[in-house]
């Protein structure tokens, strides 16, 4: 099976402090996601990388950085935690051959910011 | 744009019945996949079943079977014989026939199962 690891499935933080949120995979998937969640919002898309040191700009990318320096792993990074980046935060991965491959989810990192 | 809507913020179900959750669809592509995921209050989003537009037949997984119907664009999730385990919030996701495999998600509905 595959396994998506996130580091923390609690982080309290302060505002303006630098925020680490790291993603682990295991099963060489190309194509890594983070998404941020908030009641009646769904799932959104922050960013996207679709190989080692390449990444795309999700739909709610302001704000945020990521780093993906080795294949297995997907950073996020918040510069300068703030507020209303209190949210749960999402990590998935996703092979990218073969059509409409399904994404693999870590377990979440609820992120308070106080 | 492509767009995802769950019409139902939450729902009630008796044990044992079969219950439907909506999802609608907006796209522009002629090829695209249609998902949906459980998540359970623990916050892990579970892949449960997939759907691509050329496929002619409904997908099926065990009690999760989706009603595809093309021309109205909808995509809905009918589980069969409710279970208290399967009280969760439900998302419906569609991805375009791009490379990338990006997801497009609803907003989310939350049933509970009741004995």
């Known amino acids: 099976d595959v396994k998506v690891t996130q580091s923390s499935r609690y982080l309290v933080k302060r505002t303006g402090e630098k925020v680490f949120l790291e993603c682990v995979q295991d099963?060489?998937?190309?194509?890594m996601f983070w998404y941020r969640q908030d009641p009646g919002l769904g799932l959104r898309l922050i960013y996207f990388?679709?190989?080692?040191?390449?990444?795309e700009k999700g739909d709610i990318p302001e704000g945020y950085s990521v780093s993906r320096e080795k294949k297995e792993r997907f950073s996020l990074i918040l510069e300068s935690a703030s507020t209303n980046q209190t949210s749960m935060y999402l990590c998935a991965s996703s092979p990218r051959t073969g059509r409409h491959q399904p994404q693999h989810f870590g377990d979440g990192t609820r992120l308070s910011i106080l | 744009a492509q767009k995802i809507t769950q019409t139902q913020p939450g729902m009630f179900v008796q044990e044992k019945e079969a219950v439907t959750l909506d999802c609608t669809y907006d796209t522009s592509d002629q090829s695209y996949g249609l998902f949906w995921y459980k998540q359970p209050s623990s916050g892990e989003m579970i892949f449960l079943i997939y759907?691509?537009?050329?496929?002619?037949q409904n997908a099926t997984e065990g009690r999760y079977s989706l009603n595809f119907q093309k021309a109205r664009k909808s995509a809905n999730l009918v589980i069969s014989a409710s279970q208290l385990g399967d009280s969760a919030m439900y998302f419906c996701?569609?991805?375009?026939?791009?490379?990338?495999?990006?997801?497009?998600f609803g907003t989310g509905t939350l049933l509970a199962v009741q004995p």
């Open positions: 996701a569609m991805m375009d026939g791009g490379a990338t495999n990006k997801l497009i």
């Open positions: 099963m060489d998937h190309e194509n």
């Open positions: 759907q691509g537009s050329y496929d002619e």
């Open positions: 990388s679709y190989d080692v040191k390449m990444k």
